[in-house]
């Protein structure tokens, strides 16, 4: 092995968060290395599925690049969860990312994907395919159900959209109002997506017809410097994306902008992999199946096997571990109905 390559493996997934000092617009860079590799790798190492064709390895790291940005761009003490619901041989397309920037990410693939396969090849084959963003709060009080914004495949034309950054870009659009550029790549290496917002001017909503002329000159001028960033921001090559350095792609496209850059979260405080799955939470699902379809499933195999889709830890219920589950939760329902 040579050293390029082990520093290559070594690389810690990074988030860069900057301004532009005196405009109204932010942005965000994120590259996932190590964190990226660690998913794919735990796919490939699975024998049903083995590893993830090309194209597909492109949209999940897209999307996990991107729940990232969008997990950093809230103010929000819970998991933000991008999900794609496809009609196509993908059916579903999965990434969490805690507050914390810890994620997790895979992909339900169902039919044969070719290795020039199109997003819409994917998973809006019959025009019913679906991106779904929801922020499930981590303390959430009984009976409060998690936000959920739902936006369709589809542009402003009815054409179907081939990047999972223009169906992001819209969805921003219409839930938080502000304009945002996303420019995403991942390859089998590095999933990387650069994020670039206008920030709402104090006051702009009632700049309508009676503003007078110089806070109108001056929401314009505001409006050019987006519109000039944005332009630079778009003009970021996938290759050059996925292979140059931040500090590289910032001082090449922003090197005349007032850029102001915060301390990079890398590490510890960075994007990682992690997996919030356990024997607690099987063992829950599990039991949500009843009684009956888990007799069923033992008299069939002897046990119940449950694999992670995330991690690919299996969980193994023998009868009596099984039988287990269900004695708890009688335990649970006579402690409740005690009055
Ligand atoms: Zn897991």
Redesign the pocket.
């Given at each position: 092995m040579r050293i390029g390559q082990l520093a290559g493996e070594l690389t810690l997934s990074e988030l860069h968060k900057f301004i532009f000092e005196g405009l109204p617009v932010r942005g965000m860079l994120v590259r996932l290395t190590d964190a990226w590799q660690d998913i794919l790798a735990r796919r490939a190492a699975n024998s049903e599925t083995g590893a993830y064709p090309a194209p597909v390895r492109q949209l999940l790291g897209e999307m996990a690049a991107a729940g990232v940005l969008m997990q950093g761009n809230i103010k929000f003490n819970g998991a933000l969860v991008l999900q794609i619901f496809g009609d196509g041989p993908v059916k579903l397309g999965v990434v969490e990312v805690q507050p914390d920037f810890s994620l997790?990410a895979t992909c339900t693939q169902v039919g044969d994907v070719d290795d020039d396969a199109t997003l819409s090849q994917m998973v809006n084959v019959n025009n019913q395919g679906r991106c779904a963003i929801t922020l499930d709060p981590q303390d959430r009080l009984p009976g409060q159900q998690p936000y959920q914004g739902v936006v369709p495949l589809f542009g402003d034309q009815g054409e179907k959209l081939e990047n999972i950054s223009e169906v992001l870009e819209h969805y921003m659009l219409q839930s938080e109002q502000l304009d945002t550029v996303l420019v995403l790549a991942a390859d089998d290496k590095v999933a990387a997506g650069l994020l670039i917002q206008r920030l709402p001017i104090e006051g702009e909503g009632n700049l309508g017809g009676k503003a007078d002329s110089v806070e109108r000159e001056a929401a314009l001028g505001q409006s050019e410097d987006f519109s000039r960033i944005a332009i630079l921001t778009k003009s970021l090559k996938r290759e050059e994306l996925l292979t140059l350095d931040a500090e590289t792609i910032l001082h090449r496209l922003y090197w005349e902008e007032p850029l102001a850059r915060f301390e990079p979260l890398i590490g510890e405080t960075g994007p990682r992999f992690a997996?919030?799955?356990s024997r607690e939470r099987v063992g829950n699902m599990i039991r949500s199946l009843g009684t009956e379809e888990v007799e069923s499933i033992i008299a069939e195999r002897g046990q119940v096997d449950v694999g992670?889709d995330?991690?690919g830890?299996e969980y193994r219920f023998d009868p009596v571990d099984a039988a287990g589950l269900f004695t708890g939760l009688s335990a649970d329902l006579s402690g409740g109905s005690v009055h």
């Amino acid at each position: 092995m040579r050293i390029g390559q082990l520093a290559g493996e070594l690389t810690l997934s990074e988030l860069h968060k900057f301004i532009f000092e005196g405009l109204p617009v932010r942005g965000m860079l994120v590259r996932l290395t190590d964190a990226w590799q660690d998913i794919l790798a735990r796919r490939a190492a699975n024998s049903e599925t083995g590893a993830y064709p090309a194209p597909v390895r492109q949209l999940l790291g897209e999307m996990a690049a991107a729940g990232v940005l969008m997990q950093g761009n809230i103010k929000f003490n819970g998991a933000l969860v991008l999900q794609i619901f496809g009609d196509g041989p993908v059916k579903l397309g999965v990434v969490e990312v805690q507050p914390d920037f810890s994620l997790r990410a895979t992909c339900t693939q169902v039919g044969d994907v070719d290795d020039d396969a199109t997003l819409s090849q994917m998973v809006n084959v019959n025009n019913q395919g679906r991106c779904a963003i929801t922020l499930d709060p981590q303390d959430r009080l009984p009976g409060q159900q998690p936000y959920q914004g739902v936006v369709p495949l589809f542009g402003d034309q009815g054409e179907k959209l081939e990047n999972i950054s223009e169906v992001l870009e819209h969805y921003m659009l219409q839930s938080e109002q502000l304009d945002t550029v996303l420019v995403l790549a991942a390859d089998d290496k590095v999933a990387a997506g650069l994020l670039i917002q206008r920030l709402p001017i104090e006051g702009e909503g009632n700049l309508g017809g009676k503003a007078d002329s110089v806070e109108r000159e001056a929401a314009l001028g505001q409006s050019e410097d987006f519109s000039r960033i944005a332009i630079l921001t778009k003009s970021l090559k996938r290759e050059e994306l996925l292979t140059l350095d931040a500090e590289t792609i910032l001082h090449r496209l922003y090197w005349e902008e007032p850029l102001a850059r915060f301390e990079p979260l890398i590490g510890e405080t960075g994007p990682r992999f992690a997996c919030r799955c356990s024997r607690e939470r099987v063992g829950n699902m599990i039991r949500s199946l009843g009684t009956e379809e888990v007799e069923s499933i033992i008299a069939e195999r002897g046990q119940v096997d449950v694999g992670c889709d995330f991690c690919g830890a299996e969980y193994r219920f023998d009868p009596v571990d099984a039988a287990g589950l269900f004695t708890g939760l009688s335990a649970d329902l006579s402690g409740g109905s005690v009055h």
